[in-house]
């Protein structure tokens, strides 16, 4: 039996998975609360966290009506990029700042330059940071609190954090580490230069976590964590990772040819590669994968979190958010929307803010400002889709993951924009599920019966075949055109080349 946890931004999630009989026997999550600000501020208390995950973890265990003890192994997934900080004795020293914290916008630009800007950051890194990285949190946290600053005993990432509170080990993985901004992804190691030109009194040796293989185990849970979780002695952590990194697993992803694209609180897009990716593209994220191998991607920093925005204010539940979508028609009656409530990150837009366009009184209605938001989104996710090049458009098949893939409605929207079909697998939260599966990867390498990653997929990663959703003609050649009308807005208003 082994247990998959995903700490995404809005909730942890905690699937049960029985590999023998290939089998999700039960699932639960816990929603976490944001610290929001004007200025871009996007934080979390990370108790919030271990309370979700230990209560959704009772929940899912309960529902699979197994023995805790019966679980044999653990992983991890998590949302990237956000800073958890730790003292000498372990004690967070702030909120953990987020991925989509965009306060720290203006550090990122000071780094970029310090680095040499876009081939300074390719020549070290094998990627240009972008807003939201690691890195421009722990320069903003040397500038505004010098006193937290000075006492960093340990530099974590969400995952990494859970993976601490589990087992007390202070180690990380390439695939998470790849969006910290101090880590050079192609030969997957920390760049302790850079690390050093960014927090000069900090001894990057000291703060940095040490790095293990995706399949290796982070160590065992502690016992104190074991009794208050019901789990046996001996049960293994696995290495864990980024939750795009762990829902490529999740989905089946590990190997050239599928794309997987997530409707999250993020908007994500990217495919697994054998080789690092020199991108000609800076708004690529060259990342590494959590099962070996690299996962470029582009993030969009407005989707769901922009989607539930509209819906709250309307009053609508998700069923009613879906209905309205479906009867509104097709490109909202003329009106757009540029749904950077939070920001963007691709395109690079940190300080941008949302706008509707082509409102009058006729056509605002509630139906059609939902149906915007939605189609919106999607064409941000059309833009980094296309700046993902090859990778992308040679496949035939999009996976969709995230809550929104739950929408039938908006499954058509992605084929009809994208033209390309969509599937979901089984399980929505595959980031979850991959951590299960990279779980069971760890205990069979760790303990013996040595089963692949790709067969552990072949047997877990299950698509539902009621939610293939296929392009339409009419439909992909309006969307063609309104996507165009989009990336005109985009450049008379934020100069993104057309
Ligand atoms: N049927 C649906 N239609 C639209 N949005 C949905 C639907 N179901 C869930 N969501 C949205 O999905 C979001 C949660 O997605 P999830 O991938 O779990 O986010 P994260 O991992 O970032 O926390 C919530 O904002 C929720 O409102
Ligand atoms: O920053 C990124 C990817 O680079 C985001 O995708 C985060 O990892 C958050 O994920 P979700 O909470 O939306 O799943």
Redesign the pocket.
């Known amino acids: 039996m082994y247990v998959g946890v995903?700490c995404?931004?809005?909730?942890t999630?905690v699937v049960v998975v029985d590999i023998d009989q290939a089998a999700i026997l039960g699932e639960a999550?816990r929603p976490h609360h944001l610290i929001e600000g004007d200025n871009g501020k996007r934080e979390q208390d990370v108790s919030e966290w271990i309370a979700a995950l230990t209560e959704a973890f009772h929940e899912a265990v309960g529902e699979a009506r197994i023995d805790a003890r019966e679980i044999r192994a653990i992983g991890v997934s998590g949302?990237q990029h956000g800073m958890v900080a730790l003292d000498a004795d372990g004690q967070p020293l702030h909120p953990a700042k987020l991925w989509c914290d965009t306060e720290t916008a203006l550090h990122n630009e000071a780094l970029i330059e310090r680095l040499g800007g876009r081939v300074g950051c390719l020549d070290k890194l094998g990627l240009v940071l972008q807003t939201g990285y690691t890195a421009s949190k722990v320069a903003w946290l040397r500038d505004t609190h010098p006193d937290a600053y000075q006492r960093i005993a340990t530099l974590l990432l969400p995952h990494d954090y859970l993976n601490f509170w589990l087992t007390g080990e202070r180690v990380a993985e390439c695939g998470d580490a790849s969006g910290t901004g101090y880590f050079d992804t192609r030969t997957r190691s920390w760049r302790h230069d850079v690390f050093q030109a960014m927090a000069p009194e900090l001894s990057p040796e000291a703060v940095l976590p040490r790095l293990i293989d995706s399949h290796a185990p982070v160590g065992t849970v502690r016992s104190d964590v074991a009794r208050l979780l019901g789990l046996g002695d001996d049960v293994l952590v696995s290495s864990g990772g980024g939750?795009n990194m762990m829902a490529a697993i999740g989905t089946g992803n590990i190997a050239p040819g599928m794309v997987t694209l997530?409707?999250?609180?993020?908007g994500t897009v990217y495919a697994h590669s054998d080789v690092p990716m020199e991108a000609e593209d800076a708004q690529v994220a060259n990342f590494c994968a959590s099962h070996g191998g690299w996962l470029p991607l582009i993030c969009t920093m407005n989707v769901?979190?922009a989607?539930?925005k509209v819906?709250e204010l309307f009053g609508f539940d998700?069923t009613t958010?879906?209905e309205r979508v479906a009867s509104a028609p097709l490109g909202a009656e003329g009106i757009m929307a540029l749904p950077f409530f939070n920001g963007e990150r691709v395109p690079a837009l940190p300080h941008a803010t949302a706008s509707f366009e082509g409102m009058t009184s006729l056509n605002t209605t509630a139906d059609n400002l939902c149906r915007a938001v939605v189609e919106g989104t999607t064409f941000g996710l059309r833009y980094g889709f296309e700046r993902l090049g090859e990778l992308a458009s040679q496949a035939s098949q999009v996976r969709l993951?995230?809550?929104?893939a739950?929408?039938s409605v908006?499954r058509q929207i992605v084929a009809d924009v994208l033209d390309v079909d969509v599937i979901c697998p089984r399980l929505t939260?595959a980031?979850a599920l991959g951590g299960a599966i990279q779980a069971a990867w760890c205990d069979t390498q760790t303990r013996g019966r040595g089963e692949s990653l790709a067969a552990l997929t072949e047997r877990l990663v299950e698509v539902d075949l009621d939610t293939l959703t296929r392009p339409r003609g009419e439909p992909v050649r309006r969307y063609q055109e309104l996507y165009q009308r989009y990336r005109q807005a985009l450049a008379e208003r934020y100069d993104v080349a057309p």
């Not at 993951?401 to 929104?404: A, D, S, T």
Request: aromatic fraction near 6%.
């Open positions: 995903d995404g931004t809005q909730s999630k999550s949302q939750d997530s409707l999250g609180t993020s769901t979190s989607t539930t819906r998700l958010f879906g993951v995230g809550g929104g739950k929408s908006w939260e980031a």
